[in-house]
């Protein structure tokens, strides 16, 4: 909501980035080595199936694992449910340089993250969140330990004793409800072990930049039917820029330290009780930027205001499971997560005038979920859920204040108050096994959400009260028709539905235009999950076409373009692709790969660009067309890249007395994207494209690994995201040494 208006207050800068390109000699080969990989599992089909009924100890060892997923309620197997999904446990996190949420786009197909500061667009086949505000939710939601967490900010958690990472693309309305119209990222921390002795691991690393970090955990067993686990994460490092002009804060100086506690209880074969209970404390020093069309290098920045990034949050989790006689499982998951935000940061990202943004947000999120689970056995299973959820965010008084210059109400943007949020859904699914390996799968979910604004706003002098509500409501579904074609082979077909609420638009000048509202998604998908080689290659196949259907978006009030205001295009985007994934596994030889292609086209769609606001109206659907009015028609959708492709290639090398050591290979490629429906590459709208490779060479001697490691290995200087006319690079070339202790 406020981060928005940041966009209209401002002088109106174009939005974008630059990073270096290469050729497309090099992405015709990885596209050659793709297929021929891929090729090679789908090839071996017949003799996958006529494998011997029993392997050796060391056959089964080079076998790909069963990989769980956990996204309905359940635990199944991946290869065996009807959702694309990138599955990784804490070990493939390690070994894919996956440290944070914005890693996810270098493993996993038809993923972006656009990371703008304490804020994140994080999208999935090209859906997800295009508006930087608080009342455009996001549609890609992140699960922790069963419990959504905040949506969109307070996104920079690092992954340390993580259990795994499912990354579930598609919409997910069923189970996830409201937020996932691109799909959802379940991160599972390790459990404690009750009977399982003192055990855990320690890890220290030293690198570039001055990075000194620490994280570890311990197991600790207090009796027969109850363990404790205690994990922490700590690293400090310097700044990746060269600042000049800086007046105030601390340019970039990572200073982060994060805690868990975890407890088990099971009194009894039915019962068992979690407890976990996180807290970080998350300072970025700031997110320094320039204008998105400079030339310079971007972590080369003047600026001349106050910059400052700090996060500071709690999350409690309690899980209650009981299982009845008849195997019926009841199950609890309630949540409580409080936050603070402090983001300070130069608007014209230069040290010509004072232009300046600082706010202090405050978010608490309450959530309860039931949820009644059959057993997983039987022709027939389902689950009945139910959720209720509150959000409020706080804007203190004198905390969210923007200054053309700071210094006088005349050029001063002030706004205080509160938005509170509420949402409440029942949901269900069933499984029904039919005959030949066939079944079919019914599911749906009716959420009802509402949201108010209590704001006050002083716009430079001038009194503005804000003070609205609206209500949403949306109906869910998936039908699913699955056959497992035998013990090697899995397909699957379904339509499902996605949507995300609407939202407020706050008053900019005319009194306070109307609220914008849900975006919808309907997915048609069919897939293809495969095993081959007796187990040493799995695949997924999948093919997708989505209908979208009122995108949020910002541009120019139709009646009259000189100020901004968000609504919805009145015309669907199409949006269609595939994607492919492949684990092979031989011997010591290990290689992981996906590919995303996709396609987006809006409809017809005119609007005025905010940056270059005119008088002339121009009606979202009837326009008329003009110079400032566009038909924005076969447009490509936000941060949509059209190509995604990672793959990962290691082996591990057996040396004396046990010791391993092991090189591996990771690389990403995201193509490029835009960052505005008007695609005015004059004006910065362009992202290009990133490629990221990454290694590792890990020597194992006993219970002690040291490993070598680096990221961005090219030193590519890519625009990470752009806000507010602002570009914000990504990481640069990072390397060092990491000591791990396993006991």
Same mark, same amino acid.
């Given at each position: 909501?406020?981060?928005? %208006? ?13 990073a ?10 990885v ?10 599992? %789908? ?8 494998a ?51 890693d ?30 608080s ?18 900010y !307070? ?11 499912? @990354?579930?693309?598609g ?32 890890m ?19 009796s027969?039917?109850?363990a *404790? ?11 990746? /820029? ?34 976990? +209970? ?34 500071r #949050? ?5 899980k ?13 998951v309630?949540g ?7 983001? #300070?940061?130069?608007?014209?990202? +230069?040290?010509?005038?004072h232009?300046?943004?600082?706010? @202090?947000?405050?978010?608490?999120? !309450? ?7 059959? &057993?997983d056995?039987?022709? @027939?299973t %389902? ?9 409020? *965010? ?35 699914q ?29 716009? /430079? ?13 949306? #109906? ?18 379904? @339509?499902?539905?996605?949507?995300k ?14 609220? $914008?509202?849900?975006?919808?998604v ?16 799995? +695949?997924?196949?999948?093919a997708?076409? =989505?209908?979208?259907?009122? $995108? ?6 139709? *009646?009259?373009?000189? !100020? ?5 295009? &009145? ?14 596994? $031989?011997?010591?030889?290990s ?36 110079v ?9 959708? +936000?941060?949509?890249?059209n #190509? ?33 429906? $008007?695609? =005015? ?38 625009? *990470? ?23």
């Amino acid at each position: 909501m406020f981060r928005t %208006w940041m966009e209209a207050a401002t002088p109106s800068p174009a939005r974008a980035g630059c990073a270096r390109t290469g050729g497309k000699s090099w992405k015709i080969s990885v596209l050659w080595a793709t297929a021929s990989m891929l090729s090679l599992g %789908w090839g071996c089909a017949a003799a996958a199936e006529t494998a011997a009924p029993a392997a050796s100890e060391d056959a089964r060892a080079a076998q790909v694992g069963e990989v769980v997923v956990t996204a309905e309620r359940r635990n199944t197997n991946l290869q065996t449910t009807p959702i694309a999904a990138t599955v990784m446990s804490g070990a493939d996190l390690q070994k894919k340089g996956v440290m944070t949420v914005e890693d996810l786009q270098f493993a996993a197909p038809a993923v972006t993250v656009n990371n703008f500061g304490q804020g994140i667009d994080f999208n999935i086949r090209g859906i997800g969140k295009g508006e930087h505000n608080s009342q455009t939710l996001i549609g890609v939601i992140t699960y922790r330990d069963g419990v959504a967490t905040f949506p969109g900010y !307070f996104t920079g958690e690092p992954y340390y004793d993580i259990a795994r990472v499912e @990354v579930l693309r598609g919409p997910q309305g069923t189970f996830v409800g409201q937020n996932a119209t691109g799909g959802a990222v379940f991160v599972t921390t390790n459990d404690p072990t009750i009977g399982g002795g003192y055990s855990g691991y320690a890890m220290g690393q030293v690198g570039n930049y001055a990075d000194v970090g620490a994280q570890g955990a311990v197991n600790i067993p207090v009796s027969d039917t109850f363990a *404790a686990r205690l994990a922490f994460n700590a690293e400090r490092r310097d700044s990746f /820029y060269r600042v000049t002009g800086v007046g105030f804060g601390d340019p970039g100086n990572l200073r982060e330290a994060s805690a868990r506690l975890s407890l088990l209880w099971k009194p009894t074969q039915a019962l068992s009780v979690s407890f976990k +209970t996180d807290y970080s404390y998350l300072d970025f020093g700031a997110y320094p930027a320039d204008p998105v069309l400079a030339t310079n290098d971007p972590f080369d920045i003047t600026a001349n205001d106050r910059m400052l990034a700090l996060d500071r #949050f709690v999350r409690s989790v309690l899980k209650v499971d009981y299982v009845f006689g008849d195997g019926v499982t009841l199950r609890s998951v309630t949540g409580y997560q409080f936050g603070i935000s402090k983001y #300070f940061t130069d608007l014209d990202g +230069t040290d010509v005038g004072h232009s300046t943004w600082q706010d @202090v947000y405050k978010e608490r999120v !309450f959530s309860q979920e039931l949820n009644l689970i059959s &057993p997983d056995k039987g022709p @027939v299973t %389902w689950v009945l859920g139910a959720y209720y959820q509150t959000d409020k *965010a706080v804007f203190p008084p004198g905390d969210l204040i923007i200054g053309l210059p700071l210094g006088s109400p005349f050029t001063e943007y002030h706004m205080e108050g509160s938005n509170p949020k509420r949402t409440a859904a029942v949901f269900g699914q069933a499984s029904l096994d039919l005959s030949h390996g066939f079944q079919l799968q019914l599911g749906a979910r009716y959420s009802d959400s509402r949201t108010t604004d209590h704001i006050r706003i002083a716009q /430079y002098g001038a009194p503005i009260a804000d003070v609205q509500s609206q209500s949403f409501n949306s #109906f869910a579904s998936k039908v699913s028709l699955n056959w497992t074609v035998n013990p090697h082979h899995f397909l699957y077909a379904f @339509v499902a539905t996605g949507y995300k609420p609407g939202g407020l638009n706050l008053p900019v000048g005319l009194g306070i235009p109307a609220p $914008f509202r849900q975006e919808k998604v309907t997915s048609y998908e069919v897939g293809w999950k495969a095993g081959f080689l007796g187990g040493r290659v799995r +695949t997924q196949l999948d093919a997708y076409y =989505n209908d979208y259907r009122n $995108f949020q978006v910002a541009i120019g009030y139709p *009646a009259f373009p000189i !100020f901004s205001i968000e609504l919805n295009t &009145p015309s669907p985007t199409r949006i269609y692709g595939m994607e492919a994934q492949a684990e092979a596994v $031989f011997g010591d030889l290990s290689i992981d790969a996906g590919i995303g292609l996709q396609s987006s086209r809006l409809g017809t769609f005119y609007a005025t660009d905010p940056r270059a606001a005119s008088g002339l109206p121009c009606d979202p659907a009837t326009g008329p067309a003009s110079v400032s009015c566009i038909n924005l028609d076969g447009k490509r959708q +936000t941060y949509a890249p059209n #190509f995604t492709f990672n793959i990962g290639v290691q082996y591990a090398f057996r040396l004396d007395d046990g010791d391993t050591l092991t090189p591996r290979l990771n690389f990403g490629h995201v193509s490029e994207q835009w960052a505005t429906l $008007f695609e =005015n590459a004059a004006r910065g709208d362009r992202v290009e494209a990133r490629d990221i490779l990454g290694g590792q060479i890990a020597w194992r001697h006993g219970n002690l690994i040291t490993t070598l490691y680096g990221s961005n290995l090219t030193d590519q200087h890519y625009v *990470a995201a752009v806000n507010s006319g602002l570009r914000f690079v990504g990481p640069p070339r990072q390397f060092g040494v990491r000591l791990t202790k396993v006991f």
